[in-house]
């Protein structure tokens, strides 16, 4: 169990619930490391005190260091910042909630410290899983997911004693917020309409994957990773109520499935706790209120990003990190109103089928495919104008 915690990302939405968690459950913070809110950092600071506070924005970082001048709190920026929040020295665990591929370094650097992996970045296991899973089985890192999703396999499969058993996951989906909308319906939908995501509240960019369902393709990538299956043993389906946070069927026929209220703080709190359990102050659910449970397969044709996703996972190689650096290049145009709702797939997808695929790649080929997959999406906008 956890005893002592760094927190990458912690002014974040999964930051701040896991600072609730922190509280519930006595954890000592070492070390918190967030972009550039320095006055929730600095509240953040002044409670914990932790012994390393981390702004990766470094102007924001001088502005911090003179307001904490007072307490002896050390103040870094930067990469260098975020990898010494990663390897802080009395951390057991990183939980790992920054948002994009910043996170993949200061990753494997507390893997190569034995650091138990809280994990909740996503690009992470996306663009370098293979990578990142091995590092870990090397130094003996523990990775417990903190993704609703990967949580609850994670919790299914305590129940396994060996892993041949499964016969395949079951990822379930909310449908995002444009759920049962056709593709000409959503091409042109604005980023009010794509970020009004009424189940989870969820930083912008996971908002709008979720809207484009990218976000459960991640996923599917992302549970392959952790649990070493191909993508015929991966399956999504749209559970609208989003009370089934996943499932894993075994060999017998048996499936078992996690579930819960919408509240992110149990599945951080058993990623703090695995393998125990401890009480939580979340409300217990209600069945009888929640009432029936419906399941449908997901429209792959309106949400084509699903679709490259899959792709990806099934080229694999640097094919998934090209996949991601498009997505999270042509999220950020759609989020500055460059581009269309529907041009976020086809920039994609235009990244996915022009960039040569290396298989088994190393660190520095999949940072640049996910460099060369950035350029390609600016390129293809620019031609779009
Ligand atoms: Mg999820």
Redesign the pocket.
Known sequence: MTKSIAILGSTGSIGTQTLDVVDQLGLKVVALAAHHNIDLIERQARKYLPRLVVLYDEACAEELRKRLCNINIEVRSGMDGLIAAATVEEADTVLTAVVGMVCLKPTLAAIRKKKKIALSN?ETLVSAGELVMSEAAKYGAEIVPV????SAIFQCLQACRDEKEIRRLI?TCSGGTFYGKKKNEIYSATRAEALNNPN?SMGDK?TLD?ASLM??GL?VIEAMRLYHLPLEQVSVVVHRESII?SMVEFCDGAMLAQLGSHDMRLQIQYALTHPYRRPSPVEPFDLVKCGSFTFSAPDMESFPCLALAMEAAQIGGTACAVLNGANEAAVNLFLNDKILFGQIPELVEHALHHIAVVQNPTLEEILQADADARIAVEEAYQQLN
């Open positions: 996503k993704d609703s999703e990967h990822l989870w996971v979720s976000n459960k996923e946070h």
